[in-house]
């Protein structure tokens, strides 16, 4: 650790020296003496800043301590393990987001390293002293911005739920302490401006849960012994840690990125061939309004490529990049599968809010029309309705859903059953609490003068309505209603409706029923009310001819059921229908299950001819068993000792016309 002297949030303005100029944010020399470390509100014009790669070790193993080493807690179980484990990531995490709340991005640093070698050297020295903002200043622009700022945010919102603690100090990563040494680095070039690379090191890793910053809805929780455990927990590990990360070259400068480190892993694996020397680029919309007619365009013509480019540029570079790779045949195998789909917006009502760079666009109406082989559907959504219709040869149906708060008088209706009181409070509370979440929309944001879709930031800004939306005391009344209402939910959903089970109706380990009335009944009334009297199922005639092993007297006894008007003849299993073919023992007991590659099919071809000749005196083709009915789409192998995905779909497909075991 080259600083042991804690970080405070810099201050811009006059340098303590007295030279006159402003101090970069970024600048460690900047910070104030007497800054205060408690999270601020983040400033309305701050760029958003990245989270810093997943590097800190997943796994060290526990290694005798040194003269110098801090001595490890005497653990008292597994559970201190855990405590420890989610108080590392906590620390981290919250470190993370806590710097990046204090710090403004602005146009003085670009970050990054002149060199694969210096910035993976940064990177690990970073780690070594704990220092995120090393962490930050050398990942991607675009993917601080995509990241960073949603975590501000949520910090500041995981405070106010006092779910950590308002008095978190921010200027360093209290808690957790790493020491790397005997570091390596490898770098192998993948194109001009990607290299992986590769750095190992040895790592000793303190934990103090003295300093988790956890807030009081989590210690007013947490029992107390298994608080006072977490917070006396000191543990020092070693372990020697690898990571393989991509570098990009950007602007002249080389920056770690997540995305891209994905995106080659990927390739890497599917051996798809090399880095394309360039992408399919970003292409926007002219206004924010415009993004929706653009996606609707491309949506009409199946543009997966247009489709692609209009995704933000910060977000999405590394896919754009890397699309030429999979793009040709996705576009295919669409075309192959959507032979004569034509699909239309036929209607669209958009709302814009929000002002800069940043616009949040709301659908309040939208309609979109398709015509596939003789059907045409058509689906909407408006005034909170969604309805979706539909007309082929065979006739017409149409549906309508709108939101509306959980009845549980419907539910009880649908499903038979009375939903406990401890569930209706909870979906009661839980619909007051986000009663006034703030609406959902899609982001959209605006590079160089075109506009873009952005995913992540639309995922991420209804997590954070979400968090919004509660206080402290909504947070506790939903955690505390919600464990009585998860007992009971369960309860009903076994079958175990709370007053079902009459007293003195006790069940041992092996479920068996006490006190049992002596003589019970033959069958049940069709209730469901069991009263206090024991109930049994009755089995009916088809099941009773299903129970018999021997395949001669089972067929005896469907046509003795089929007779006397008990069975209906299609009940009767396609396995016994044609004795004379030779199948029904081998089907009957199962035997075909057991069966090698060459006894399944010699036995399927030896009983084709006699199943050939029924149907031409007028057998039903549907009769014949599926086995000898497809024969030539079980390529010599017996299906039911295969147990290969692919091998399923081709035989679905050749069998049934459809393009896996799903859709069949």
């Known amino acids: 650790m080259s600083d042991d002297s804690p970080w405070q949030p810099p201050t811009p303005g006059t340098p303590d020296d007295g030279t006159s100029g402003s101090v970069s944010p970024w600048a460690r020399e900047g910070a104030a003496a007497d800054a205060s470390p408690a999270l601020p509100d983040p400033p309305a014009s701050a760029a958003a800043a990245p989270p810093p790669p997943a590097a800190a070790p997943t796994s060290i193993a526990p290694e005798a301590p040194t003269e ?22 906590a620390i981290v995490a919250v470190g993370i987001a806590g710097i990046f709340a204090v710090r403004q991005f602005t146009g003085e640093t670009a970050g990054g390293a002149e060199s694969p070698e210096a910035l993976a050297e940064e990177f690990l020295a970073a780690l070594d002293g704990e220092d995120v903002l090393g ?6 622009p675009g993917e601080r ?40 680095i490898a770098v192998e070039p993948r194109a001009d401006d990607i290299v992986m690379l590769s750095m190992s090191a040895d790592v000793l890793a303190t934990i103090d849960g003295a300093e988790v910053p956890i807030g009081e809805m989590i210690t007013d929780r947490v029992p107390d012994d298994v608080l006072a455990e977490m917070r006396g927990s000191k543990v020092t590990e070693s372990d020697t840690i690898e990571l393989a990360m991509a570098a990009v070259e950007h602007d002249g ?30 292409v926007g919309a002219d206004s924010p309004e415009g993004v929706i007619d653009l996606f609707a365009d491309h949506l009409s013509s199946l543009d997966v490529r247009g489709m692609l480019q209009m995704l933000d540029p910060a977000e999405a570079e590394a896919l754009q990049r890397y699309a030429p790779l999979f793009l040709d045949e996705a576009e295919r ?26 616009r949040t666009l709301f659908i309040d109406a939208i309609g979109v029309e398709a015509d596939i ?61 986000f009663a006034d979440m703030e609406p959902i929309g899609l982001e959209v944001r605006e590079r160089d003068g075109q506009w873009y879709v952005s995913p992540i930031a639309t995922g991420t800004e209804a997590l954070l ?30 079958g175990l409706v709370p007053g079902m089970m009459d007293e003195g109706w006790t069940t041992d380990e092996d479920w068996a029923i006490e006190d049992a009335p002596a003589d019970p009944p033959d069958s049940m009334d069709g209730t469901g009310d069991l009263e206090g009297e024991w109930t049994e199922y009755e089995a009916s005639p088809v099941d009773e001819c299903y129970s018999i092993e021997s395949a001669t007297e089972a067929t005896a006894c469907f046509e003795e059921q089929i007779a006397t008007g008990a069975v209906d003849e299609w009940e009767m299993p396609v396995s016994l229908t044609a004795p004379e073919c030779g199948l029904t023992e081998v089907l009957w007991s199962g035997d075909v299950y057991s069966m090698s590659d060459d006894e399944f099919t010699a ?49 679905f497909e050749c069998a049934y016309g459809v393009g896996d075991s799903d859709g069949a």
């Open 333 to 358: 195998a669409i075309a192959d599968e959507v032979t004569g789909l034509d699909v239309r917006v036929t209607d669209r009502q958009v709302r814009v809010e929000g002002d800069g760079s940043a």
């Open 253 to 282: 400068a080389w920056y770690l990125s997540l995305f891209y480190t994905v995106a080659e892993l990927a390739r890497s694996e599917s051996g798809l061939g090399g880095v394309p020397a360039a992408g399919i680029g970003a």
């Open 373 to 433: 082989e003789g059907t045409h559907v058509t689906a909407s959504f408006a005034d909170g309705c969604v309805s979706f219709a539909y007309e082929d040869e065979y006739g017409s149906d149409s549906m309508e859903q709108c939101a509306s708060s959980p009845d549980a008088a419907l539910v009880e209706e649908m499903a038979g059953v009375e939903v406990p009181a401890t569930v209706d409070d909870f979906v009661t509370s839980f619909t007051e609490a």
């Open 603 to 651: 036995t399927m071809t030896a009983a084709a001819p006699c199943f050939e000749a029924l149907l031409a005196e007028g057998y039903d083709r549907w009769l014949i068993p599926y086995e000898v009915a497809n024969l030539e789409c079980f390529e010599g192998r017996n299906p039911y000792q295969v147990f290969d995905e692919d091998y399923t779909d081709r035989l």
């Open 145 to 184: 911005e995509a990241l960073g700022e949603p975590m501000i945010d949520a910090v500041a919102e995981l405070q106010r739920l006092e779910i950590l603690s308002s008095d978190l100090d921010l200027s360093s990563l209290a808690g957790v302490d790493i020491q790397i040494e005997s570091q390596t």
């Open 135 to 140: 962490i930050v200043d050398v990942l991607l």
């Open 465 to 494: 309505a979400v968090m919004r939306a509660l206080d402290r005391d909504e947070l506790d009344e939903l955690i505390d209603l919600g464990s009585l209402a998860a007992d009971d939910f369960f309860d009903m959903a076994f």
């Open 68 to 89: 110098h080493e801090p001595q490890p807690t005497p653990s008292s179980g597994g559970r201190r393990g855990l405590v420890v484990a989610v108080a590392a990531c």
